[in-house]
């Protein structure tokens, strides 16, 4: 019997100029509440002390089937589409993602919403 693992996305992301804090409110407050309600599990973000435009958040999924599926209905759905993107990459200069196996079984001990949200506040 094959167990499914979860998948974790280490997030980097690069703010324009001045517009960090601006971003990581919309992600807050908008884009990541929206993640979980599709069964992502988000952690972050965590703001980088070597610069002021540059931060790093995670994005958990139970395994690697599940992951396309639930990412399409995000990045396909009505809220992204009708504005949210547009606002974020407004703001956005730079990202990228890395896929990682969640090998320290992160997904079984991920913090709760309310605690991850408090994380860097």
Known sequence: MMVMSAVIEVRTYRAKPGRRAQLLDLLR????????????K?????????????FVWLRGFPDEASRKPIKAAFYKGDDWL????AEAMLMLDDYSAVLVDDAADL????????????IDR
Do not use: K
Not at 82 to 85: D, K, P, R
């Open 29 to 40: 407050t908008r884009a990541f509440p929206l993640q979980r309600e599709l069964g992502m």
């Open 82 to 85: 009708g504005g949210l993107e």
């Open 107 to 118: 997904w079984s001990r991920w913090p709760d919403e309310a605690a991850a949200s408090t």
């Open 42 to 54: 988000v952690l972050g973000p965590f703001p980088s002390q070597e610069d002021d435009v540059g």
